[in-house]
Protein backbone atom coordinates (compact mmCIF):
# COMPACT_ATOMS: atom_id res chain seq x y z
CA UNK A 1 0.00 0.00 0.00
CA UNK A 2 1.12 3.68 -0.35
CA UNK A 3 1.80 5.27 2.61
CA UNK A 4 3.20 9.18 3.01
CA UNK A 5 4.51 9.80 6.09
CA UNK A 6 4.97 13.81 6.71
CA UNK A 7 6.99 15.41 9.80
CA UNK A 8 8.02 19.10 10.36
CA UNK A 9 5.38 20.82 11.22
CA UNK A 10 5.11 22.47 14.73
CA UNK A 11 4.54 26.10 15.77
CA UNK A 12 6.76 29.11 14.55
CA UNK A 13 6.87 32.75 15.39
CA UNK A 14 6.07 35.65 12.09
CA UNK A 15 9.00 35.51 10.19
CA UNK A 16 10.51 32.02 11.21
CA UNK A 17 11.42 29.24 9.19
CA UNK A 18 9.93 25.39 8.77
CA UNK A 19 10.80 22.34 6.18
CA UNK A 20 8.30 19.91 6.23
CA UNK A 21 9.16 16.69 4.41
CA UNK A 22 6.80 14.13 2.93
CA UNK A 23 8.64 10.69 2.40
CA UNK A 24 6.29 8.10 0.37
CA UNK A 25 6.59 4.47 0.54
CA UNK A 26 4.68 1.04 -1.49
CA UNK A 27 5.23 3.25 -4.68
CA UNK A 28 7.90 4.70 -6.59
CA UNK A 29 6.72 8.31 -7.99
CA UNK A 30 10.00 10.04 -9.48
CA UNK A 31 7.86 10.25 -12.66
CA UNK A 32 4.23 11.56 -10.87
CA UNK A 33 3.77 15.06 -9.95
CA UNK A 34 4.07 15.63 -5.67
CA UNK A 35 2.16 18.51 -3.93
CA UNK A 36 1.20 20.43 -1.03
CA UNK A 37 -2.06 21.40 0.07
CA UNK A 38 -3.24 23.82 2.81
CA UNK A 39 -6.60 24.32 5.32
CA UNK A 40 -6.90 26.97 7.48
CA UNK A 41 -9.96 27.05 10.02
CA UNK A 42 -13.09 27.41 8.69
CA UNK A 43 -11.74 27.68 5.02
CA UNK A 44 -11.66 25.06 2.34
CA UNK A 45 -8.34 22.99 1.31
CA UNK A 46 -6.27 25.15 -0.81
CA UNK A 47 -3.49 24.77 -3.63
CA UNK A 48 0.57 25.55 -2.10
CA UNK A 49 3.21 24.17 -3.96
CA UNK A 50 3.69 21.21 -6.27
CA UNK A 51 6.41 19.97 -8.12
CA UNK A 52 6.39 18.05 -11.70
CA UNK A 53 7.80 14.32 -12.40
CA UNK A 54 10.94 16.69 -14.02
CA UNK A 55 12.19 19.43 -11.25
CA UNK A 56 12.60 22.41 -13.66
CA UNK A 57 8.66 22.46 -13.60
CA UNK A 58 7.50 23.80 -10.34
CA UNK A 59 4.08 25.80 -9.69
CA UNK A 60 3.39 27.77 -6.34
CA UNK A 61 -0.10 29.40 -4.75
CA UNK A 62 0.35 33.72 -5.27
CA UNK A 63 0.06 33.37 -1.45
CA UNK A 64 3.09 31.73 -0.85
CA UNK A 65 5.60 32.68 -4.03
CA UNK A 66 8.82 33.93 -2.73
CA UNK A 67 8.91 32.73 0.10
CA UNK A 68 8.37 28.81 0.16
CA UNK A 69 9.99 26.29 -2.56
CA UNK A 70 9.37 22.73 -3.00
CA UNK A 71 12.07 20.15 -3.90
CA UNK A 72 12.38 16.36 -3.81
CA UNK A 73 14.81 13.79 -3.46
CA UNK A 74 14.04 11.09 -5.90
CA UNK A 75 16.66 9.08 -4.26
CA UNK A 76 14.57 8.89 -1.19
CA UNK A 77 11.68 8.76 -2.76
CA UNK A 78 10.80 12.69 -0.54
CA UNK A 79 9.34 15.93 -1.17
CA UNK A 80 9.96 18.80 0.63
CA UNK A 81 8.75 22.14 1.73
CA UNK A 82 10.70 24.75 3.19
CA UNK A 83 8.87 27.49 4.28
CA UNK A 84 10.58 30.97 5.47
CA UNK A 85 9.23 33.98 6.17
CA UNK A 86 6.38 32.90 7.79
CA UNK A 87 2.97 34.56 8.52
CA UNK A 88 0.11 34.07 11.21
CA UNK A 89 -2.41 33.49 7.59
CA UNK A 90 0.08 30.66 7.09
CA UNK A 91 -1.60 28.74 9.80
CA UNK A 92 -3.29 25.75 8.75
CA UNK A 93 -2.63 21.92 8.50
CA UNK A 94 -0.64 20.90 5.50
CA UNK A 95 -1.04 17.85 2.98
CA UNK A 96 1.17 16.51 0.95
CA UNK A 97 0.06 14.50 -1.73
CA UNK A 98 1.22 12.31 -5.16
CA UNK A 99 0.44 11.83 -8.21
CA UNK A 100 -2.33 9.75 -10.15
CA UNK A 101 -0.89 10.25 -13.73
CA UNK A 102 3.19 9.97 -14.68
CA UNK A 103 4.87 12.69 -16.03
CA UNK A 104 1.85 15.21 -15.35
CA UNK A 105 2.30 18.65 -15.96
CA UNK A 106 -1.15 19.36 -14.39
CA UNK A 107 -0.34 20.49 -10.66
CA UNK A 108 -2.72 22.95 -9.07
CA UNK A 109 -6.15 20.60 -8.88
CA UNK A 110 -6.59 18.26 -6.25
CA UNK A 111 -8.35 15.67 -8.89
CA UNK A 112 -4.94 15.23 -10.09
CA UNK A 113 -3.81 13.24 -6.50
CA UNK A 114 -4.41 10.29 -5.63
CA UNK A 115 -2.59 9.57 -2.58
CA UNK A 116 -2.34 11.84 0.68
CA UNK A 117 -0.49 12.57 3.80
CA UNK A 118 -2.12 12.73 7.10
CA UNK A 119 -1.71 15.80 8.02
CA UNK A 120 0.88 18.34 9.52
CA UNK A 121 -0.27 21.30 11.74
CA UNK A 122 1.77 24.58 10.91
CA UNK A 123 0.27 27.33 13.49
CA UNK A 124 2.66 30.40 13.05
CA UNK A 125 2.22 33.15 16.05
CA UNK A 126 2.36 37.13 15.78
Known amino acids: QVQLVESGGGLVQAGGSLRLSCAAS????????MGWFRQAPGKEREFVAAIGWSTIRTSYADSVQGRFTISRDDAKNTVYLQMNSLKPEDTAVYYC???????????????????WGQGTQVTVSS
Open 97 to 115: AAGLFRYSNRLTREEEYGY
Open 26 to 33: GRTFNTYP
